[in-house]
C-alpha cells in the first residue's frame, strides 16, 4: 500500500493467476473512505485489504461507498462480501450492472459463453474444459444487484479533490476510469496498463466493436491533461500520450497481421489465434487470444477489409 497524493491510496491485492495482483484505491472523504474496485473473493485477498486499511487508520466499519470500474472479476469479485462487511453501498457502470446480477433459474452458468466459443471455432474437448475452470473459479466471484450507477461525467468528491467519471469501454463493455485533475492523475483502471497492452475481445456479453470503440476511448484519453497514470496493474507511470500511440499502432500492425493469415480457405478465429500466439499457449490464453482476434476481425469487417462466413455452423473469415 503506498499513498497516489494526499488523500488517495493505491492497495495491491493478490491473485491466484499469470497476474498475480490487482490495484484498488481508497480516498478519504469527510464522511467516511470509498473504495474503488475490490479484488476478488478469496481469504487471502479480504485479509490484504483488511490489513491495508488498518495501516491508514481505516476499517470495515469506515467505507461508506464501493466503487466499481468494471465487471471483471479482480475490480468486482468481492464487492458482495465487502457491502455485507461494510454495510456501504456498491455502484458502478450501468452498462454492465445488469450483467453481474444473478442468474435466474432459466440460465446456467457458462451455457452462454460455451455456445460463443463453439460458434467461433473452439474445439468440444477444450470448451469442456473452460467449463470446468470456470466452475472451479465461480467462487472468487459473487454476483450481486448493485445499489446504483456511475454515470460518465459524474464528480465524485474527496478530500483530496474531485475524481471525474469517464468511460472508456473497449476492454469492457462500460469500463469507467477516474481523472484526479487537481493532481494530474488519471486513474486508468485496465484502460492503460503499464508494459502490455488490455486485452480487447469479442466475447459473448460484449459481440460489438470492442476494437474500435477502445480506439475511440483512447482519443479520449489522450486529450487529459495528465502527468501520472495509475493503473490498476502494476506501478504509476508517466507518458501516457506516448503510450496511446504506441497502442494504436500496435492494433494497427496486429489487424495487417491478421489480414496477412487469411488466403483462400477460411479460417475461425481459434485457428488465427494459434496462428497469432502459437498453438503451445495455455487455453486460458487461447481462449483470451481467441476473442482479441474477434475483435480485430469485427473492428476489420466494418472497414470492409474481411468477411464473415459461416461453415457448417462456424463463424469463419476471409478477406473481403
Not at 440460465?107 to 455456445?115: G, H, I, Y
Request: proline share 6%; hydrophobic share 40%; charged share 20%.
Amino acid at each position: 500500500m503506498w499513498p497516489v497524493a494526499d488523500g488517495a491510496w493505491q492497495i495491491r491485492l493478490p491473485l491466484p493467476w499469470a497476474l498475480t495482483s490487482v490495484n484498488v484505491f481508497l480516498f478519504h472523504t469527510d464522511g467516511g473512505d470509498l473504495l474503488l474496485d475490490t479484488g476478488i473473493r478469496s481469504a487471502e485477498s479480504l485479509l490484504s485489504l483488511e490489513s491495508a486499511l488498518q495501516s491508514v487508520g481505516s476499517g470495515w466499519n469506515c467505507i461508506t461507498g464501493i466503487l466499481v470500474s468494471h465487471l471483471h472479476p479482480d475490480h468486482i469479485g468481492a464487492a458482495a462480501e465487502l457491502r455485507r462487511r461494510t454495510g456501504a453501498p456498491v455502484r458502478m457502470p450501468d452498462i454492465e450492472a445488469e450483467l453481474v446480477k444473478p442468474l435466474g433459474p432459466d440460465r446456467k452458468f457458462f451455457a452462454e459463453a460455451a455456445a460463443f466459443l463453439r460458434q467461433h471455432g473452439m474445439p468440444a474437448p477444450q470448451v469442456d474444459a473452460l467449463r470446468e475452470q470456470a466452475a472451479a473459479g465461480s467462487g472468487l466471484a459473487e454476483r450481486l444487484v448493485v445499489d446504483g450507477t456511475i454515470e460518465e461525467g459524474e464528480q465524485i468528491r474527496f478530500l483530496g479533490g474531485t475524481l471525474e467519471a469517464i468511460a472508456a469501454p473497449g476492454h469492457s463493455p462500460g469500463q469507467l476510469c477516474f481523472f484526479w485533475p487537481e493532481q494530474r492523475v488519471l486513474f486508468s483502471t485496465d484502460a492503460i496498463l503499464p508494459h502490455v497492452t488490455p486485452n480487447i475481445g469479442v466475447h459473448w456479453f460484449y459481440r460489438d466493436n470492442p476494437l474500435g470503440e477502445y480506439l475511440v476511448t483512447l482519443d479520449k484519453l489522450r486529450g487529459l491533461d495528465a502527468g501520472k497514470v495509475v493503473p490498476s496493474h502494476g506501478r504509476p507511470f508517466k507518458g501516457h500520450r506516448e503510450w496511446i500511440d504506441n497502442t494504436r499502432l500496435h492494433h494497427g500492425r496486429r489487424c495487417d497481421s491478421i489480414v496477412d493469415l487469411l488466403g483462400d480457405k477460411p479460417m475461425n478465429a481459434f485457428e488465427i489465434a494459434g496462428a497469432v500466439w502459437g498453438e503451445d499457449r495455455s487455453l486460458f490464453d487461447r481462449r483470451f487470444g481467441m476473442a482479441e482476434s474477434l475483435s480485430h476481425l469485427a473492428y476489420m469487417e466494418l472497414e470492409q477489409r474481411v468477411a464473415a462466413v459461416e461453415v457448417v455452423g462456424v463463424t469463419c473469415w476471409t478477406k473481403a
